[in-house]
């Protein structure tokens, strides 16, 4: 009835058409990926943190390290010599070179020793605007 040739096309075609097919989900699966990796990038999601802005990391306190003070910047792993320039992170009061601290911090919140989260530290009093005061409201006003 049908000719013996036309069975075996029959599953020639049908099995480009899977691979056709998982071909198309691969493509939409890794754009897909692509998108969720270039949103976190954009959000500075990675590992759930994002890094402090230039502003506030020059706001933390700075100093210079004492001679024979020694250890091992984590950042660079440079040892750390006399009379260089460190930034002292606030609550852990870990050290590493400024210049290493910074490029951390702008990507990551938090300590790179420890991983303590880093707050910004507050807006100095001087800079700082205060809350407008409510206006009361007279009774009479109501409607």
Wanted: aromatic share 4%; proline share 9%; net charge neutral.
């Amino acid at each position: 009835m049908f000719p013996t040739w036309l069975l075996p096309l029959a599953v020639c075609v049908f099995a480009a058409l899977i691979v056709l097919y998982c071909l198309f989900l691969c493509t939409q699966l890794s754009a897909l990926l692509r998108e969720a990796a270039a949103a976190a990038e954009a959000e500075g999601e990675r590992g759930g943190e994002r890094g402090l802005t230039a502003e506030e990391v020059q706001r933390l306190e700075e100093g210079t390290m004492a001679v024979g003070g020694g250890g091992v910047c984590v950042v660079c792993r440079d040892e750390m010599e006399g009379a260089q320039a460190v930034r002292v992170l606030p609550g852990c009061r870990h050290a590493f070179h400024r210049s290493c601290a910074d490029a951390w911090l702008q990507r990551q919140s938090s300590c790179p020793l420890c991983r303590a989260r880093l707050l910004p530290p507050p807006l100095p009093l001087s800079t700082a605007t205060p809350a407008p005061t409510p206006t009361p409201v007279s009774p009479s006003s109501r409607v």
